[in-house]
């Protein structure tokens, strides 16, 4: 019981992260909308969709077992869940590239680092908390 508590709080300290992560995001764009333009708010917006939606995809898959139940089906769905998430991110700056004629890369770009940086320091600082 206590393991599948472990997973459940991991689960929720993903999407805190994202959370934060998100309203950051929201943040730079309305910065840059109010002292750049339109198309680096948007692209920034862009950047962090880049790294919030496929980070969402992934947490729900990568928690979809607790190792109590199963190592080898956490294992699974942890590589099907880190698949999916390259796979995402890859199309979402394909497709942004593509279809977007008018697109600020490097506001896009340095958003999703920005995001992605967060990230890694965000679940570190969470779960890094919970094990205090």
């Known amino acids: ?5 472990d997973n459940t709080n991991n689960k929720l300290a993903a999407y805190k992260v994202l959370l ?3 309203i950051i995001t929201a943040a730079i764009a309305i910065t840059l909308m109010l002292s750049i333009d339109r198309i680096a ?4 917006a862009l950047g962090g969709i880049a ?3 496929p980070n969402l995809l992934f947490a729900r898959f990568a928690f979809r077992y607790s190792a109590a139940e ?3 089906l956490v294992m699974k769905w ?3 869940g880190e698949a999916i998430k390259i796979i995402v991110t890859v199309l979402i700056f394909a497709l942004s590239l ?3 004629k008018d697109l600020n890369f490097a506001a896009m770009f ?3 680092i920005i995001a992605l940086m967060l990230n890694i320091h965000g679940l570190g600082l969470v779960i890094g908390r919970q094990n205090d």
């Open 1 to 5: 019981m206590e393991k599948q508590a």
């Open 110 to 112: 340095i958003t999703y």
């Open 41 to 44: 708010a948007y692209s920034a």
């Open 51 to 53: 790294c919030i939606l």
């Open 78 to 80: 942890f590589y099907i």
């Open 20 to 22: 934060v992560i998100a």
């Open 70 to 72: 199963s190592a080898g």
């Open 98 to 100: 593509i279809w977007l």
